[in-house]
């Protein structure tokens, strides 16, 4: 044991880590208090040559390997037991070409870091809503935000990609080098190798018209049935999602979040029968910046909770799935759920065809979540039927294809429905280049015949 810590202390710029010593604890927590896991090792690259001395490294010592960017995986997937954990969260560097409008990003950034760097030149590309996530794992997943409606998913603005593959080559991908790769990463979820930057296209954003409405949970039915009707006219400008949760104060709400990226004025005028259809108990919808708009919901999503979800887009929202949705509405064992809740996918991220990233899901208008949270392990067991119960009602009306990004349990089926139509092409890209399943920590593509690498303790 002792010559291999060295070994990878002699081959890692970074900090390698180990159980009993200071920092492991801490480098190992994620932000689901549900994941208890212990790796052998944990590398903290500085950065390529780190990873490509992790990837070699792993390969001679037969380990199992996870990578973890920023640690949000709702299923844990960033950490291993026994193996090495291969921490990206050092790797912070970015440069924004203001010119070009382009970014290339280090994979240990975080959103709200990300769109900082990008919003000091007026610039800003699609990535999620809470700026504490990893902007790698989102991003390789599919990447739903503010922006999707109207510049795609953060992958449909991925042009160029850094990846180490399994056998420990660095990559670039692109529209031209080694395109195949190029389209298995967006959406293959960190599948085929460790990503250690990203080049997106950005756009001018801000400041935007955005914030969130509140109303009585008792009036769900009402609000749900006013803002799929608002959500179906929704220019690409506006994106939209809402659903059920308490308030700081106590107060069970049925709220719904927006954010106008086109003229405040416009975004104004537009959102306005939004927020006067009905008394709303409280209305936070106003004129701010983009950073500002995007940091609103992580007051909410503090790290140290247990967290289970569960998630799939609907058929439709029909006069029925809203009835079954209305009965769920205020009913969460925990103050800290959001359930049901569901986000309007529209625009531009609806056009891309299905094919032409890994990432599938193009055709639906709803996706549903059940998005639990809770203090204590004690009332887990509790939360988790309660969220379960929740989603089977709902399932009559939702298709089997999910999120991979919002989706705790997992499995194959759970896995080849995440992909959808594009499975079969992604497990002919797993042969080519990870034909061990050597990165197996992720919603797992398996190549066609698997030596599985062992967990070593
Ligand atoms: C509070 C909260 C809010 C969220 N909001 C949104 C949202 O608005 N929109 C949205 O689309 N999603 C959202 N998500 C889901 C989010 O996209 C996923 O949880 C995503 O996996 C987080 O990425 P991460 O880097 O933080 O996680 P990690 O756990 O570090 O990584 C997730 C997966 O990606 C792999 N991975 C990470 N980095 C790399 C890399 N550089 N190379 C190869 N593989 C890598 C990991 O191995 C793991 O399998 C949210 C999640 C949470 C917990």
């Given at each position: 044991?002792?010559?291999?810590?060295?070994?990878?202390?002699?081959?890692?710029?970074?900090a390698?880590?180990?159980?009993?010593q200071?920092?492991?604890e801490?480098?190992r927590?994620?932000?689901?208090?549900?994941i208890?896991?212990?790796?052998?090792?944990?590398?903290?690259c500085?950065?390529?040559?780190?990873?490509?001395?992790?990837?070699?490294?792993?390969?001679?010592?037969?380990?199992?390997?996870?990578?973890?960017?920023?640690?949000?995986?709702?299923?844990?997937?960033?950490?291993?037991?026994?193996?090495?954990m291969?921490?990206?969260?050092?790797?912070?560097?970015?440069r924004?070409?203001?010119?070009?409008?382009?970014?290339?990003?280090?994979?240990?950034?975080?959103?709200?870091?990300f769109?900082r760097?990008?919003?000091?030149?007026?610039?800003?590309?699609?990535q999620?809503?809470?700026?504490?996530?990893?902007?790698a794992?989102?991003t390789?997943?599919?990447?739903?935000?503010?922006?999707h409606?109207?510049?795609?998913?953060?992958?449909?603005n991925?042009?160029?990609?850094?990846?180490?593959?399994?056998d420990?080559?660095l990559?670039?991908?692109?529209?031209?080098e080694n395109?195949?790769?190029?389209?298995g990463?967006r959406?293959?979820?960190?599948?085929?190798?460790?990503?250690?930057?990203l080049?997106?296209?950005?756009?001018?954003?801000?400041?935007?018209?955005?914030g969130?409405?509140?109303?009585?949970?008792?009036?769900?039915?009402?609000?749900?049935?006013?803002?799929?009707?608002?959500?179906?006219a929704?220019p690409?400008?506006?994106?939209?999602?809402?659903?059920?949760?308490?308030?700081?104060?106590?107060?069970p709400?049925?709220?719904?979040a927006?954010?106008?990226?086109?003229?405040?004025?416009e975004?104004?005028?537009?959102?306005?029968?939004?927020?006067?259809?009905?008394?709303?108990?409280?209305d936070?919808?106003?004129?701010?910046?983009?950073?500002?708009?995007?940091?609103?919901?992580?007051?909410?999503?503090?790290?140290?909770?247990?967290?289970?979800?569960?998630s799939?887009?609907?058929?439709?929202?029909?006069?029925?799935?809203?009835?079954v949705?209305?009965?769920?509405?205020g009913?969460?064992?925990?103050?800290?759920?959001?359930?049901?809740?569901?986000?309007?996918?529209?625009?531009?991220?609806?056009?891309?065809?299905?094919a032409?990233t890994?990432?599938p899901?193009?055709?639906?208008?709803?996706?549903?979540?059940?998005?639990?949270?809770?203090?204590?392990?004690?009332?887990?067991e509790?939360?988790?039927?309660?969220?379960?119960?929740?989603?089977e009602a709902?399932?009559?009306?939702?298709v089997?294809g999910?999120?991979?990004?919002?989706?705790?349990?997992?499995?194959?089926?759970?896995?080849?429905?995440?992909?959808?139509?594009?499975?079969?092409?992604?497990?002919?890209?797993?042969?080519?280049?990870?034909?061990?399943n050597?990165?197996?920590?992720?919603h797992n593509?398996?190549?066609?015949?698997?030596?599985?690498?062992?967990?070593?303790?």
């Amino acid at each position: 044991m002792h010559a291999t810590v060295e070994n990878l202390r002699k081959a890692v710029r970074g900090a390698v880590l180990w159980p009993g010593q200071d920092g492991y604890e801490a480098a190992r927590t994620l932000p689901n208090a549900m994941i208890d896991r212990r790796p052998a090792f944990i590398a903290r690259c500085t950065g390529t040559a780190d990873v490509i001395a992790c990837v070699r490294f792993a390969r001679e010592h037969d380990l199992l390997v996870s990578v973890r960017g920023g640690g949000h995986s709702v299923a844990g997937k960033s950490v291993c037991d026994g193996g090495l954990m291969i921490d990206l969260s050092a790797m912070k560097g970015i440069r924004v070409d203001p010119v070009a409008r382009t970014v290339r990003a280090e994979t240990g950034l975080k959103l709200g870091e990300f769109d900082r760097e990008t919003q000091a030149f007026g610039l800003a590309t699609t990535q999620g809503v809470v700026p504490t996530v990893g902007m790698a794992g989102l991003t390789l997943g599919g990447g739903w935000g503010n922006l999707h409606a109207k510049y795609g998913l953060a992958v449909d603005n991925v042009i160029a990609a850094d990846v180490v593959t399994a056998d420990g080559r660095l990559l670039t991908v692109s529209a031209t080098e080694n395109q195949d790769l190029f389209w298995g990463v967006r959406g293959g979820s960190g599948n085929f190798g460790v990503v250690t930057s990203l080049e997106f296209r950005l756009h001018e954003v801000g400041p935007v018209f955005g914030g969130a409405v509140f109303y009585p949970a008792a009036k769900a039915k009402e609000v749900l049935h006013f803002w799929r009707e608002f959500a179906v006219a929704s220019p690409d400008e506006l994106v939209t999602q809402g659903g059920s949760f308490t308030l700081p104060d106590g107060v069970p709400v049925f709220g719904v979040a927006g954010c106008y990226c086109g003229p405040i004025s416009e975004g104004e005028k537009l959102l306005k029968p939004l927020r006067t259809f009905g008394p709303p108990l409280a209305d936070a919808f106003a004129a701010m910046s983009y950073t500002q708009l995007q940091g609103m919901f992580e007051p909410f999503f503090p790290p140290g909770r247990q967290v289970y979800t569960k998630s799939n887009f609907l058929r439709n929202l029909s006069d029925e799935a809203i009835d079954v949705l209305v009965q769920y509405v205020g009913k969460s064992p925990s103050p800290y759920t959001f359930a049901p809740f569901l986000e309007h996918w529209h625009g531009a991220a609806t056009r891309v065809p299905v094919a032409a990233t890994a990432f599938p899901h193009r055709q639906y208008s709803w996706n549903f979540l059940a998005w639990s949270m809770w203090l204590d392990a004690s009332d887990s067991e509790k939360n988790k039927r309660w969220t379960r119960e929740c989603w089977e009602a709902v399932r009559p009306f939702l298709v089997a294809g999910s999120y991979g990004n919002y989706v705790a349990d997992e499995g194959e089926v759970i896995a080849r429905e995440a992909y959808g139509p594009n499975y079969d092409r992604l497990v002919a890209l797993k042969n080519k280049y990870d034909p061990t399943n050597f990165f197996r920590m992720n919603h797992n593509i398996k190549p066609s015949e698997v030596a599985q690498p062992v967990a070593v303790t």
